[in-house]
């Protein structure tokens, strides 16, 4: 594995993994299978002192480091990363927020395409993730499980027959597995249906979050769903259920965009047109701001209402108008008003397709 | 004199002489001077029967038609004008509301260029107003002297040497002369300095009203500003406090302007930025929004920030982009949501400078 020094520099100048096509693209941005272990000789990060902790992250790292897949992957010690580049690392999805807490011993492992990043010591030892772009929780899980399974036979995970893996938190209990899924429904939120569809997958034991997980509110018509139950399910249950009811949701949003196109085009084109020319060439643009019209861009792509640029770049601008990445492609810290004048013109620039020489100061 | 059949016709392809260009162009989009004048031998408009009506309106026609100043205009009885033509003629400032009640008699004499209008049995038997671009009261009040004296000529003014002119309202006895100049301050209301200004002209007798005068609001930065008292000044007196009152609000426009280009350059760029992107991509426009999209988009013609568009365009567009025009452009009674559509679209193209070939149905 590489030193993570040359790391932020490579993600910089790629795409993720999971915003790369894949199935249902059109609403479906990425598909995420994690799965929660722990070692069974080691109590629970919450309650471990720090030379426990580092000893676990050892112990995960050098699993990590035997197996033939993390080849060419950075394992890196959160303590050794600065709060911004651990902010860039949040909005690339590779860490929680809960995972920069202070304290020693935390790690994480990220596959060069980033389609894989593996948490150690945030609630649990073990928090290992793939994610994929679209609509794909098949394959995402069978890679989860085969990462699972690579790293089993080096570690000793905390498992009992009648209880199945044990977590930190006991939603996690069972399979440890959650799937989500991360969807645009703009058709759903305008046609005021989206309160109607989010109460019936929340009756299914389903949850709708924002765009960066637990405790983050819906923005720009994004909405991440996953499973909460994990207990009494078996694996693939469990993937079965999730992708039954998020097709349910794609179909629904679906439909809401016929019905929105057929007795609303003109509405829905105004909203669209204005949003692309408002991105094209606002001066200050709030991150806020930058997904609702990123959002709407987005709609009008999928709807064939702009046919001058693809989704890769605007789920590329989805991630690098974020604060910490305007300040990596900035090379220093900048303040937030900063950010937003840098956010309008990077839109601007990615929407014109080139560079502007130079900049009007503020 | 014409019929006014064609007049319609030739207004809808040639733009008033007072949105022509003049002094102060980038504050002051016009300057206007009114006279109230009333025959001796008739009761006002306001107590007059129908016969009296109409033989007030053929002295007047008559006396217009005897004066070489009046060949090639038009004189038009307003019982032969559709609803929607008199609200054309409102819309290019040609006639008031209050000259469109019902009731036989009213009438309005109207030059080819627009720049004179002659009313007929509004509140007074006379409402002559010269009307010219820019910041120009001195010509105005030439031009209008000039028609007062020719009309003198055929028609008895009830005019007595103690109190001057007789008009049917008081405000208007004296000269029944009022100035009114219609200024665009945006950067006064940017800066929330404009109440401040507009105590300060209240408190000189001075009155600001919104577009289309009396009763109507404020909209889209733009104001008309007028004189209060008539009585007890000459003209000359009158013409010159109003040319010393506008000249202030100017100069404290122009200074606004300044300390925003200074303080707060990037918000101003890009809410005028915003403004013109909006404007030429917008599918359904009021004409409230059109009247503050053309307000910022004029403000960065006049700061340089906007170079390739002119202010004749946006003149014409602040027209041709109210309800009546939009009908006559159509040749057809349109609603309400078909107008703001034909609205967006007129924009587009005037902005665009092309027309576009075919229209998305809504």
Redesign the interface.
């Known amino acids: 594995m590489s030193h993570y020094s040359d790391m932020f520099e490579h993600m910089l100048n790629s795409q993720s993994r999971w915003l790369m096509p894949g199935p249902d693209l059109d609403i479906v941005i990425s598909s995420r299978v994690r799965l929660a272990r722990n070692l069974r000789h080691a109590v629970f990060p919450h309650y471990a002192g720090r030379d426990m902790m580092i000893d676990v992250r050892r112990q995960v790292f050098d699993a990590a480091l035997n197996m033939d897949v993390f080849k060419n992957n950075w394992a890196i010690a959160l303590e050794d990363v600065s709060d911004l580049d651990k902010q860039f690392l949040i909005e690339r999805h590779l860490i929680s927020y809960e995972h920069t807490n202070d304290g020693d011993g935390r790690g994480v492992i990220i596959s060069s395409d980033e389609g894989v990043s593996i948490m150690v010591n945030e609630e649990d030892h073990i928090r290992l993730q793939v994610m994929l772009g679209g609509f794909d929780m098949e394959n995402a899980w069978l890679e989860a499980n085969a990462l699972d399974d690579a790293f089993s036979q080096s570690l000793d995970f905390a498992f009992t027959p009648d209880v199945g893996f044990h977590t930190a938190c006991p939603t996690n209990v069972g399979t440890g597995l959650r799937g989500s899924v991360m969807v645009h429904l703009p058709a759903l939120v305008i046609t005021k249906q989206i309160n109607k569809v989010l109460q019936t997958i929340s009756k299914l034991n389903f949850i709708a979050r924002g765009l960066y997980g637990e405790g983050t509110q819906a923005m720009g018509n994004f909405f991440q769903i996953s499973n909460q139950a994990s207990l009494g399910y078996s694996e693939e249950e469990l993937i079965d259920s999730i992708k039954r009811v998020i097709k349910q949701v794609v179909e629904q949003e679906r439909m809401a965009r016929e019905r929105v196109l057929k007795t609303g085009?003109?509405?829905l084109?105004?909203r669209v047109?204005?949003a692309?020319?408002?991105a094209?060439?606002?001066?200050?643009v709030s991150s806020k701001e930058a997904l609702e019209l990123l959002s709407l861009v987005r709609l009008g792509v999928d709807l064939g209402i702009i046919t001058d640029i693809d989704n890769a770049l605007i789920n590329d601008l989805f991630i690098i108008t974020q604060p910490a990445h305007l300040q990596k492609i900035s090379r220093r810290k900048i303040s937030s008003r900063q950010r937003d004048?840098k956010r309008?013109k990077i839109m601007r620039e990615k929407f014109s397709g080139e560079k502007e020489d130079n900049e009007?100061?503020?």
Chains 1, 2 share one sequence.
């Open positions: 085009r003109m509405m084109e105004d047109l204005r692309y020319a408002v094209q060439n606002a001066r200050i004048i309008a009007t100061k503020s």
